[in-house]
């Protein structure tokens, strides 16, 4: 893979936490690329370390060992210039699992995108205008829902409107934390082709963080499966849910037929009852 085809290169990536006086190792080693054009999917349950790799990936945390780059910009130095700024949010946004608490409750979708826009170097009023009017029709936000405030709007309403904001920014790669785990299935189903539509236009890539195979085998080409802040597999999605390697692997993707697969907690209670690695099989 050459240099311009990697959009995300992480080699030996370590976070420990201290708490109490005790440490506790949140990623531990984490080594992978993601290659432009194919959405990579991290999934683990709770606590197996892939929400901070997220963040080491966005720059919003800092590893105690290893490297991450984004498009060839080192993410482990810290942007302090406002410009160092601006390029990094370029290079890459996140929508969060919980749309309303993302968004400000003061602000209507007009004047959040409004104000991205403004930041990023649209000054121009007319083109502003006309820029906010593309993005929620990219999104599907009617005219009338553009002058509304957050509270005024559905789960799905909001997160549309997340996704638009992250948008404004042409960003080269959007990682989604559990961007769909808040919404019903009918909802997750729209917000999911939504993305996929989003993409064919705009060519963005993402990252989904998950705990839900279902959902990471519908967006992505590549997976990563995380446990106890270890990668303990990665590959093709399409390979990794056809025939997974790894004991727990098997135990998430058994578990998506379960009737109350969705449950809170579920996948959380199955693989606490994985066979050990050293006695399986």
Request: charge should be positive.
């Amino acid at each position: 893979m050459s240099r311009q085809d990697v959009v995300i290169a992480a080699e030996g990536l370590r976070k420990v936490f201290r708490r109490g006086g005790r440490e506790h190792v949140a990623v531990a080693g984490a080594t992978f690329q993601m290659a432009r054009g194919r959405n990579l999917g991290i999934v683990g349950e709770s606590g197996s370390g892939k929400s901070t790799l997220a963040r080491m990936v966005m720059g919003l945390e800092r590893p105690n060992a290893g490297s991450v780059t984004v498009c060839g910009e080192d993410m482990t130095v810290k942007a302090l210039s406002r410009a160092a700024r601006k390029r990094r949010a370029k290079l890459t946004q996140m929508v969060y699992q919980d749309p309303f608490g993302s968004l400000d409750p003061r602000q209507t979708v007009e004047s959040t995108l409004r104000e991205v826009l403004s930041i990023h170097g649209t000054h121009d009023r007319k083109s502003r205008e006309l820029r906010i009017a593309e993005l929620c029709d990219l999104v599907g936000l009617t005219e009338q829902q553009r002058g509304r405030n957050p509270k005024d709007l559905s789960g799905g309403q909001r997160q549309r409107v997340a996704i638009a904001r992250a948008l404004a920014v042409e960003p080269r790669m959007i990682l989604l934390d559990e961007a769909v785990a808040a919404l019903d299935i009918s909802i997750q189903a729209q917000i999911l082709n939504l993305l996929l539509d989003v993409q064919e236009s705009t060519g963005t890539d993402y990252v989904l963080i998950s705990h839900d195979l279902a959902v990471v085998g519908f967006l992505t080409e590549d997976v990563i499966v995380m446990r106890d802040g270890r990668i303990v597999e990665q590959g093709r999605t399409a390979d990794v849910l056809a025939d997974p390697r790894e004991p727990y692997t098997r135990v998430l993707r058994d578990s998506v037929p379960s009737s109350d697969w969705r449950r809170e907690g579920v996948l959380e209670g199955i693989a606490g009852r994985v066979v050990p690695e050293s006695t399986a099989g």
